[in-house]
């Protein structure tokens, strides 16, 4: 089974950037899709960014436009730039791989934690 393994979070300053990937152990290829999702203590994890593999790429609305995710096959890597990062977006990111209806294909990794502060 493939397993991920999320990479780069950290503490910055509101207005800030930080880079997240996620490595996977085999072909991400098989996979309907991929995404990241973010959870806070007590809160349902919500899903922040995501694309499929036939060209449909999802942004949460309070995201748009200051996150990107990107992918590189060869490597099985998928990353989320997050510039002008706010207090808000403190939270745990996954990752995860999706199937066809867009459910989660894959048990939950230890994510990687953001903490932004104002």
């Known amino acids: 089974q493939v397993r991920l393994l999320e990479s780069g979070g950290g503490s910055v300053q509101a207005g800030g950037s930080l880079r997240l990937s996620c490595v996977a152990s085999g072909s991400i290829m098989q996979f309907f899709g991929m995404a990241w999702w973010r959870q806070t203590p007590g809160t349902q994890r919500e899903q922040v960014a995501a694309f499929t593999f036939d060209g449909t790429t999802l942004y949460l609305p309070s995201v748009r436009g200051r996150f990107t995710i990107s992918r590189d096959n060869a490597k099985r890597t998928v990353d989320l730039q997050m510039n002008s990062l706010k207090p808000d977006d403190t939270a745990r990111y996954y990752c995860?791989?999706?199937?066809?209806?867009?459910?989660?294909?894959?048990?939950w990794g230890q994510g990687t934690q953001v903490t932004v502060s104002s």
């Open positions: 995860n791989a999706l199937n066809k209806d867009m459910t989660t294909a894959l048990p």
